[in-house]
């Protein structure tokens, strides 16, 4: 959606989930869309919304490698991951 809409790469944080999509322009260049997770504590409720949408959400660090021209190489660091790395 992101990228019909913007007719190139888009990113966008706050949306809790994760969800990255690659895609490939008329003219050859990669594109990307996604919803990049989001980072909060491991027992982080949130009172506006229901325990059961918040379980759909994606606790995580995403770095983007090697931007260039709207094309990167995706890395995703799990809030497991990041503890196991840096705790």
């Known amino acids: 959606l992101l990228i019909s809409k913007m ?3 888009a990113i ?3 949306s809790h989930l994760l969800n990255i ?3 490939v322009a008329i003219d050859g260049r990669r594109l990307w ?3 990049i997770g989001w980072w909060g ?3 982080q409720e949130e009172s506006y ?3 059961t949408i918040q379980k759909s959400w994606f ?3 995403t770095y983007l490698h090697d931007v260039d021209n709207g094309n990167f190489d995706p890395e995703v660091f799990s809030m497991k991951r ?3 790395l840096y705790a």
């Open 21 to 23: 999509t690659p895609d």
């Open 12 to 14: 966008q944080g706050h």
């Open 82 to 84: 990041v503890k196991k």
């Open 49 to 51: 919304v229901s325990k």
């Open 59 to 61: 606790r995580c660090l």
């Open 7 to 9: 007719h190139g790469s």
């Open 41 to 43: 504590a491991e027992n």
């Open 33 to 35: 869309g996604g919803a």
